[in-house]
């Protein structure tokens, strides 16, 4: 996963002895392929460099697919030369990925919930035990996958255990490609063509191609369509690894020496070595992956795979056969494993950013523990000892999960002990009647001290204070309408049977403002209605999503809100938006004009109904500055409030809208600005009034968002006017 999504790499770094090529060109006896761990360290530093660094790497995340070609191609040699012909044979092979695989990853999954537990924010412990548990039973890659389209949950901070993706990935692929091996096997038995090596060649290459073909094919495709969940899934990962599997087969069932120019096979190599290298440097997070354009680092780490084995002076097998080369490949399982918990649990113990200091002791670290993790724990279980023991490998590895998942559940325990706690307290702040409680401080008249000790809702209670337009874990509706479709979603609340109708209208931070009008439309006896979707701005303008589908969805429901509101006539339309994408052809900077124009072209149309509209200008953002979560800066900052401030200029972005209604200059078109509600002049400040003022990095908590209704009520009544 990259970087900005959570990003990383992962491999099965099975063993290197399998058929290879010698220095002639020729298909050698089975020998250690130092080629292979030349790459893995190749893979590994690309990685880690990435994570570290993205700015110097930003196509780093390609590691993740030499891995996985390398993986492919080293299972499905050990396949074909020992292929499964029965079900113990399969029960053998899944034995071994389990001794080579489990020991050091559950190892660091425990580490690093332990480590949470004690050195993460309190705010960080559910999503790093979720992933935990889902990356103990390999199923994390789809976790993240449904977590990527959620809007709010891909702005959140990355765990230190989401980088198991991939090994999540590798493991449903152990799972199936030994099956598909072992029916390809009884074909060829069964047409008794297993005696001829070229056609039981042949049978492999079109069995196993077919399956990378469709996988491709759904890579593509499913790339274009929904990016963000395509990263993830299985299925369109599985042609990377089956392309290393086809190369095997190629190499493996031959029925005479393959025989290649050495100096032909040398530029090849290094072709393949320079596609992964310059993938490394020019590939970004925008990069559409893995589809099509996976094809160039994948081909080029295949092509090494068939044609490097050799070590002459000018193949880059030489290269990659030094020793340094050699030891980095070697601990490369253990290095991935660390590398990623030290990057994401760093800040929370140094205080602070990562500096260039910070860097080189996560890279030492990382080392050291890898290479204890090797010695001690990958080779300790790999030893002839253990091979013999099929029923206590498995017994053993559910057992190991079986830790892992019930640390994960104590930290949930404790975690939901803390937010019951944190309930409590604010339940009772709620039931006071302090004027200088949340929005109320910022009146200067009232002359509040400023916010100390313990704020409520407390940190850990406060990512979760969101509007009930969000849905709730007891079945409440989620209100909102989200990619790939965009379907008109409408929720309802306040008085069901109230003759007034306020409809509210934007993207999320329309929604985050539900909680101040159901407390207003309580005192007023109105009915809310929303029309509300994710990240998509209600201006008549193409906005720049990942696909050009995403981008009309979008369009069409801005088109369709915008009809549907106007034939409805509520009595009053509430406004508001934040802009987080450019438009189409534009970056973000240029983009204010047209975003001013497609306001204007939705706004006009209300106001040619003689609708009247209210403007809620767009409230200040923490994560346009560098705090992008209030709650876990509060969590780890403690009562150190002036840490997670900022500056009301670097946090309050310009708003297109205010511009658009200004344009349009009607009397039934109104602005509020509520934002001297929730920042001071010149600085603004997490906790306001004893109240944390968001849920995250841009969103007003619930809590916050009502005690704004005193001020937001008066404006509303006076745009709704009297009742005809």
């Given at each position: 996963?990259?970087?900005?999504?959570?990003?990383?790499?992962?491999?099965?770094?099975?063993?290197?002895?399998?058929?290879?090529?010698?220095?002639?060109?020729?298909?050698?006896?089975?020998?250690?392929?130092?080629?292979?761990?030349?790459?893995?360290?190749?893979?590994?530093?690309?990685?880690?460099?990435?994570?570290?660094?993205?700015?110097?790497?930003?196509?780093?995340?390609?590691g993740v697919d030499v891995f996985f070609v390398v993986s492919g191609f080293l299972i499905t040699s050990h396949l074909l030369t020992r292929r499964p012909t029965r079900p113990r044979h399969l029960l053998e092979f899944w034995a071994r990925r389990i001794r080579r695989l489990l020991p050091a990853s559950l190892l660091v999954l425990l580490v690093t919930l332990v480590a949470t537990r004690w050195v993460a924010p309190v705010t960080q412990w559910e999503v790093t035990a979720r992933q935990s548990a889902a990356a103990a039973t390999y199923l994390v890659n789809w976790l993240l996958a449904n977590d990527s389209v959620?809007?709010?949950?891909?702005?959140?901070?990355?765990?230190?255990?989401?980088?198991?993706?991939?090994?999540?990935?590798?493991?449903?692929?152990?799972?199936?490609?030994?099956?598909?091996?072992?029916?390809?096997?009884?074909?060829?038995?069964?047409?008794?063509?297993?005696?001829?090596?070229?056609?039981?060649?042949?049978?492999?290459?079109?069995?196993?191609?077919?399956?990378?073909?469709?996988?491709?094919?759904?890579?593509?495709?499913?790339?274009?369509?929904?990016?963000?969940?395509?990263?993830?899934?299985?299925?369109?990962?599985?042609?990377?690894?089956?392309?290393?599997?086809?190369?095997?087969?190629?190499?493996?069932?031959?029925?005479?020496?393959?025989?290649?120019?050495?100096?032909?096979?040398?530029?090849?190599?290094?072709?393949?070595?320079?596609?992964?290298?310059?993938?490394?440097?020019?590939?970004?997070?925008?990069?559409?992956?893995?589809?099509?354009?996976?094809?160039?680092?994948?081909?080029?780490?295949?092509?090494?795979?068939?044609?490097?084995?050799?070590?002459?002076?000018?193949?880059?097998?030489?290269?990659?056969?030094?020793?340094?080369?050699?030891?980095?490949?070697?601990?490369?399982?253990?290095?991935?494993?660390?590398?990623?918990?030290?990057?994401?649990?760093?800040?929370?113990?140094?205080?602070?950013?990562?500096?260039?200091?910070?860097?080189?002791?996560?890279?030492?670290?990382?080392?050291?523990?890898?290479?204890?993790?090797?010695?001690?724990?990958?080779?300790?279980?790999?030893?002839?000892?253990?091979?013999?023991?099929?029923?206590?490998?498995?017994?053993?590895?559910?057992?190991?999960?079986?830790?892992?998942?019930?640390?994960?559940?104590?930290?949930?325990?404790?975690?939901?002990?803390?937010?019951?706690?944190?309930?409590?307290?604010?339940?009772?702040?709620?039931?006071?009647?302090?004027?200088?409680?949340?929005?109320?401080?910022?009146?200067?008249?009232?002359?509040?001290?400023?916010?100390?000790?313990?704020?409520?809702?407390?940190?850990?209670?406060?990512?979760?204070?969101?509007?009930?337009?969000?849905?709730?874990?007891?079945?409440?509706?989620?209100?909102?309408?989200?990619?790939?479709?965009?379907?008109?979603?409408?929720?309802?609340?306040g008085d069901r049977t109230a003759e007034r109708t306020v409809a509210l209208v934007g993207n999320s931070h329309a929604g985050q403002w539900v909680p101040a009008l159901q407390q207003i439309a309580r005192q007023q006896h109105w009915k809310v209605v929303t029309y509300l979707s994710s990240r998509c701005a209600l201006a008549d303008v193409r906005q720049q999503f990942d696909t050009a589908e995403q981008s009309t969805a979008c369009l069409d429901w801005v088109h369709r809100v915008t009809a549907r509101v106007g034939a409805e006539q509520p009595d009053l339309v509430v406004v508001a938006n934040r802009v987080s994408?450019?438009?189409?052809?534009?970056?973000?900077?240029?983009?204010?004009?047209?975003?001013?124009?497609?306001?204007?072209?939705?706004?006009?149309?209300?106001?040619?109904?003689?609708?009247?509209?209210?403007?809620?200008?767009?409230?200040?953002?923490?994560?346009?500055?560098?705090?992008?979560?209030?709650?876990?800066?509060?969590?780890?900052?403690?009562?150190?409030?002036?840490?997670?401030?900022?500056?009301?200029?670097?946090?309050?972005?310009?708003?297109?809208?205010?511009?658009?209604?200004?344009?349009?200059?009607?009397?039934?078109?109104?602005?509020?600005?509520?934002?001297?509600?929730?920042?001071?002049?010149?600085?603004?400040?997490?906790?306001?009034?004893?109240?944390?003022?968001?849920?995250?990095?841009?969103?007003?908590?619930?809590?916050?968002?009502?005690?704004?209704?005193?001020?937001?009520?008066?404006?509303?009544?006076?745009?709704?006017?009297?009742?005809?």
């Amino acid at each position: 996963m990259r970087n900005e999504e959570v990003p990383t790499v992962m491999a099965t770094f099975a063993d290197s002895e399998v058929a290879s090529v010698d220095g002639t060109g020729a298909t050698a006896s089975p020998g250690k392929r130092t080629d292979i761990q030349g790459l893995r360290a190749i893979a590994v530093a690309l990685v880690v460099v990435y994570h570290l660094v993205p700015a110097a790497l930003t196509g780093g995340f390609v590691g993740v697919d030499v891995f996985f070609v390398v993986s492919g191609f080293l299972i499905t040699s050990h396949l074909l030369t020992r292929r499964p012909t029965r079900p113990r044979h399969l029960l053998e092979f899944w034995a071994r990925r389990i001794r080579r695989l489990l020991p050091a990853s559950l190892l660091v999954l425990l580490v690093t919930l332990v480590a949470t537990r004690w050195v993460a924010p309190v705010t960080q412990w559910e999503v790093t035990a979720r992933q935990s548990a889902a990356a103990a039973t390999y199923l994390v890659n789809w976790l993240l996958a449904n977590d990527s389209v959620d809007y709010l949950a891909a702005a959140s901070a990355p765990s230190p255990v989401q980088h198991f993706w991939s090994l999540s990935v590798e493991e449903q692929f152990y799972a199936g490609w030994p099956v598909l091996v072992l029916l390809v096997g009884h074909v060829a038995i069964a047409t008794r063509i297993a005696g001829s090596l070229r056609r039981l060649r042949l049978l492999f290459l079109v069995g196993l191609g077919l399956v990378v073909a469709l996988s491709f094919a759904w890579s593509v495709h499913l790339t274009a369509a929904n990016p963000a969940r395509a990263y993830f899934v299985t299925t369109t990962r599985i042609w990377e690894l089956g392309l290393g599997g086809l190369v095997a087969a190629l190499l493996v069932l031959r029925d005479r020496p393959l025989r290649l120019d050495p100096a032909l096979a040398a530029v090849a190599a290094w072709i393949g070595i320079a596609a992964i290298v310059w993938t490394g440097f020019t590939y970004t997070g925008s990069t559409p992956f893995p589809g099509w354009q996976a094809l160039v680092p994948v081909g080029g780490t295949a092509l090494v795979l068939g044609v490097a084995a050799g070590t002459q002076a000018w193949s880059p097998g030489r290269l990659l056969a030094l020793r340094p080369c050699q030891w980095l490949g070697d601990i490369s399982y253990s290095v991935y494993l660390w590398h990623w918990p030290l990057i994401v649990l760093a800040p929370a113990v140094s205080g602070g950013h990562r500096g260039a200091i910070d860097n080189g002791v996560i890279v030492v670290a990382t080392l050291v523990l890898a290479a204890l993790t090797k010695t001690y724990v990958e080779d300790v279980f790999r030893t002839p000892s253990w091979s013999r023991r099929l029923g206590q490998t498995y017994a053993l590895g559910a057992a190991g999960m079986a830790v892992v998942i019930a640390a994960a559940a104590l930290l949930v325990v404790d975690l939901h002990a803390r937010e019951d706690a944190a309930r409590s307290e604010l339940g009772r702040a709620l039931r006071s009647d302090d004027p200088c409680f949340g929005a109320g401080a910022l009146v200067a008249s009232r002359q509040c001290p400023p916010s100390t000790g313990d704020p409520v809702p407390a940190p850990v209670l406060a990512a979760l204070d969101k509007s009930a337009a969000y849905g709730s874990s007891d079945g409440g509706k989620d209100c909102f309408s989200a990619l790939p479709a965009y379907p008109t979603v409408q929720c309802v609340f306040g008085d069901r049977t109230a003759e007034r109708t306020v409809a509210l209208v934007g993207n999320s931070h329309a929604g985050q403002w539900v909680p101040a009008l159901q407390q207003i439309a309580r005192q007023q006896h109105w009915k809310v209605v929303t029309y509300l979707s994710s990240r998509c701005a209600l201006a008549d303008v193409r906005q720049q999503f990942d696909t050009a589908e995403q981008s009309t969805a979008c369009l069409d429901w801005v088109h369709r809100v915008t009809a549907r509101v106007g034939a409805e006539q509520p009595d009053l339309v509430v406004v508001a938006n934040r802009v987080s994408l450019p438009v189409e052809g534009a970056d973000l900077a240029d983009s204010a004009t047209p975003y001013e124009q497609g306001y204007e072209h939705v706004l006009r149309s209300w106001s040619d109904e003689h609708l009247p509209v209210v403007v809620l200008r767009d409230t200040p953002a923490p994560g346009d500055g560098d705090v992008p979560s209030v709650p876990d800066c509060l969590a780890s900052h403690g009562d150190d409030f002036a840490a997670c401030a900022g500056s009301r200029a670097d946090w309050e972005p310009a708003d297109p809208s205010v511009a658009a209604a200004g344009a349009i200059d009607s009397p039934s078109v109104d602005v509020v600005d509520l934002n001297d509600r929730i920042c001071g002049p010149r600085q603004c400040r997490p906790v306001v009034g004893g109240v944390v003022v968001y849920f995250d990095g841009s969103h007003l908590t619930a809590t916050y968002a009502r005690s704004l209704s005193p001020f937001l009520e008066p404006e509303l009544v006076a745009a709704m006017g009297p009742k005809p």
